[in-house]
Structure formats: structure tokens, C-alpha cells
């Protein structure tokens, strides 16, 4: 099944309210100084270069992405004369060697083809001393609203399991991550986890960002038939944790890792 990222506002709803309380805390732990030349690798709609233009003082910002929908998304919400956007891949970023001071990756390198090429192209833009941090979702087991719905769905059809992040990419698992950054040659490495609250005000507000074709889960329900969506929809219902008041409060868990170049 092929992953779709192009929907920059179905992203939003169904990811970015996220991704962006994981980047918050992923900053404060890479902690980077003011005035700094930062990359932004898969930086997707914009969310990372948004709190880097907010909380870290850069001295400018260079960010790139593959999908071209995502790279206007992100230049109408974010126009500054210090960012700069492009359409590219993190395998080959087109910038000169050592030109950036702080490299940073959020939720993407489980998806690049050649993450290794990717990671050893990051260090090298990254000048020597500067540093580099990745994080990406713990899809196996701390990534909980998406967890119930795999679950849910492959109870109901076992041909699902091809489609669950969790069994898709192993990059995404304790450890795993640190042990490839390792391999590149950074020096220092730190790895960490990160956990934000993802709290859903009412099912619906769970549910209808999966119907609107962005990502895998999502890609994956809209296959169905009307029958077999109804049924999942009918499982989730049952089997999460819905409080009195409606709401759904669950976990989501990123592995991070930092190391200088």
C-alpha cells in the first residue's frame, strides 16, 4: 500500500496536532543556542520550523521536503526572510558541506528509502561541532491512537498487518535509531523518549481524521468498503478507553536521539 502524504490539511488534523507537542520538547532536550543556521529535513508542513523561528532565535532556517503540496503549505503559514523552503530529498539536500550549525529531523526517516544515506547526508552539511537530532514514533507501542486501530483492524482483516507502522518499520523501535546514528559517526549520542498527551474531545474527533486519505491508517480505512469501514468505526468505539465526558485520552511516545558531527 502506498503511504500518501500529499493532504497538507488533512496532515494537520490527523498528525501535525501532535507532531507539534513532540517537537516543542524535542527543541528544549537538543537545547541549541541563538543565532544558529538550522536545517529543517522532512519538514512537512512547517511545524519544527515554526517553533525553531519562535523559540530558538536562528540566525536563518533552511527547510526541505520531498512532498511539493506540503512545501506550499508550509511558505504561505510561514513567511519570514530568515526561512527558506524547498522541494528535495533527504538523501541529497543540494546544500553545501558543512553549511548548517544544527540539523534536525522529525517523524520522516522511517520513511526515506535509504535512511542511512539520509543521516549520513545530514552530518555531512552539519559543520564539525554542530549537532544533529531525530526523533520518530514509537508505531510499535507508544504511539496509542494508532495503536488501537491497527489492532483493531487487523482482528477484523488479517491483510491490515501489511499496512501497521508498528510491523512496517522496525527504524521506529526501542533502540533502533540510536544504533543507525551510531553507525554514521556522531559523536556524543544521546537518545531519549518523548511523550505528549493526545487527548481526543469526542470519538468523531478520533475517527474522522482517519477518512481523510493522509497516511498510512488512513489510506488503509478508505480502502475498505462501506460495510467493512462501519465495522472498524464499530470496534474502535468498543475498545477505547472513553471517559464519561466523552473525551479519549491516550499516549504517544517518539524515540529521540541527538550526537554532534
Excluded at 4 to 33: C, N, T
Excluded at 47 to 71: A, G, H, K, M, W
Amino acid at each position: 500500500m502506498k503511504d500518501s502524504w500529499l493532504g497538507a490539511i488533512a496532515y494537520e488534523r490527523f498528525m501535525g496536532r501532535w507532531s507539534k507537542l513532540v517537537a516543542q520538547k524535542f527543541l528544549g532536550w537538543l537545547d541549541i543556542p541563538p543565532a544558529r543556521t538550522w536545517l529543517d529535513v522532512g519538514c512537512g508542513t512547517g511545524s519544527i520550523t515554526r517553533l525553531i523561528l519562535e523559540v530558538q532565535r536562528p540566525r536563518e532556517i533552511f527547510s526541505i521536503d520531498s512532498s511539493p503540496d506540503f512545501v506550499s503549505f508550509a511558505q504561505r503559514s510561514i513567511m519570514h526572510p530568515s526561512v527558506h523552503f524547498k522541494v528535495g530529498l533527504a538523501q541529497s539536500l543540494g546544500l553545501a558541506s558543512s553549511s548548517m550549525d544544527t540539523v534536525v529531523s522529525g517523524l520522516v526517516l522511517n520513511y526515506v528509502p535509504q535512511p542511512k544515506a539520509a543521516l549520513l547526508e545530514m552530518l555531512r552539511v552539519t559543520r564539525p561541532g554542530g549537532k544533529i537530532g531525530i526523533f520518530l514514533w514509537d508505531y510499535a507501542d507508544g504511539m496509542q491512537f494508532l495503536r488501537y486501530f491497527w489492532d483493531a483492524a487487523i482482528e477484523l482483516d488479517a491483510n491490515a498487518r501489511e499496512a501497521d507502522e508498528g510491523l512496517r518499520f522496525p527504524l521506529c523501535r526501542a533502540g533502533q535509531l540510536e544504533a543507525l546514528v551510531r553507525e554514521t559517526g556522531l559523536k556524543q549520542v544521546e537518545a531519549a523518549p518523548i511523550e505528549v498527551d493526545t487527548v481526543f474531545q469526542n470519538f468523531d474527533d478520533y475517527w474522522q481524521p482517519f477518512l481523510g486519505k493522509v497516511g498510512p491508517a488512513s489510506i488503509y480505512t478508505m480502502s475498505l468498503h462501506q460495510k467493512d469501514r462501519q465495522n472498524l468505526e464499530d470496534k474502535l468505539r468498543k475498545s477505547l478507553p472513553i471517559d464519561a465526558n466523552g473525551t479519549i485520552s491516550l499516549i504517544a511516545r517518539a524515540w529521540a536521539v541527538k550526537g554532534i558531527a
